[in-house]
């Protein structure tokens, strides 16, 4: 059966939770969709995180993905933008 959209969980931490204001987003994308589109959707509803497109890192159900790497229906997506500790 043809899907005309996935649904993934993405989770957001440090600079990506401060633009939106939630721990997480449930966003609906096209099937075959990329990784790297959930950042650039997001990026894209949030000009100012365009800073931290070449840095962000992406996981996908806890292991660690290139930005390439094909999501699926009820996936969790996790992006990891560079955090300042100390």
Request: cysteine-free.
């Amino acid at each position: 059966m043809y899907q005309s959209a996935i649904t993934v969980t993405v989770k957001l931490f440090a600079a990506y939770q401060e633009a939106y204001q939630v721990p997480e987003l449930v966003l609906e994308l096209p099937p075959e969709s990329p990784v790297a589109a959930v950042r650039d959707r997001l990026i894209a509803e949030h000009p100012e995180l365009n800073q931290w497109r070449d840095l962000t890192r992406f996981g996908i159900n806890l292991t660690f993905v290139e930005a390439d790497t094909i999501l699926h229906d009820g996936d969790e997506v996790v992006l990891i933008p560079p955090v300042s500790g100390g």
